[in-house]
């Protein structure tokens, strides 16, 4: 069975670092338990792994990091309210304590923000578009034409496929066949790194614009 706090969280309360621009300054600030009894978390300049132990609702766990240039330590503990949000508190073996409240890491797409995968895809479509042919069937119309082409040429010029000719014609078909393959290949994964690097920017947009709504002030 998934215990209940298995899986990503975004912090939304931090009470040891101020402000949002610090606390989410290395990436959106977060935590993570998994059904290994593992986790990480990052905020701010502090990144922690850890090791923990499941209760019904709550998790305990001890934690080794880095915050900036040096080595932290130190434990806490998480537990799932009933607004299924997630409170809890870091703490540092030097004396320091980060209280948190999180919440799921999908509520990144909830009613109140932008995120929009059509839209998404869209702009990255537009950025770097998608090819229409698979790789792998380009490479082979490019040896179907290459074979197609060489076989034309060299019955009208009579030339045998002997020695040099056939390494020729070797290097030819597989240029026909890679050529296509790597170029088609490779626009294909300019289109997925566009389209990743656009839903990056959107969850990140969105994340501030739900914890701006939230905030009283």
């Known amino acids: 069975m998934i215990h209940p706090l298995a899986g990503k969280w975004r912090f939304v309360e931090l009470d040891l670092w101020g402000n949002r621009e610090s606390v989410d300054q290395r990436e959106l600030a977060h935590i993570r338990f998994d059904e290994q009894h593992g986790g990480e978390f990052s905020f701010g300049d502090v990144t922690g792994k850890f090791d923990c132990s499941y209760a019904k609702t709550k998790i305990y766990f001890l934690w080794d990091g880095r915050e900036e240039m040096g080595e932290v330590s130190g434990e806490g503990w998480a537990e799932l309210k009933d607004d299924g949000s997630v409170t809890g508190e870091i703490h540092f073996d030097d004396g320091e304590d980060a209280s948190f409240i999180a919440e799921k890491w999908d509520s990144l797409k909830t009613s109140g923000t932008h995120y929009d995968r059509q839209l998404i895809e869209e702009q990255a479509e537009r950025n770097a578009p998608c090819p229409k042919i698979e790789p792998s069937a380009a490479g082979m119309n490019g040896f179907a034409i290459a074979m197609f082409a060489l076989t034309i040429f060299f019955g009208i010029a009579g030339i045998d496929a002997e020695g040099r000719v056939f390494w020729a014609i070797l290097v030819v078909l597989f240029g026909g066949i890679f050529g296509p393959y790597i170029y088609f290949n490779n626009q294909r994964r300019r289109h997925s790194r ?24």
């Open 194 to 217: 566009e389209w990743m690097r656009l839903d990056s920017i959107a969850r990140e947009r969105d994340a501030r614009i739900a914890v701006k709504s939230d905030d009283p002030t």
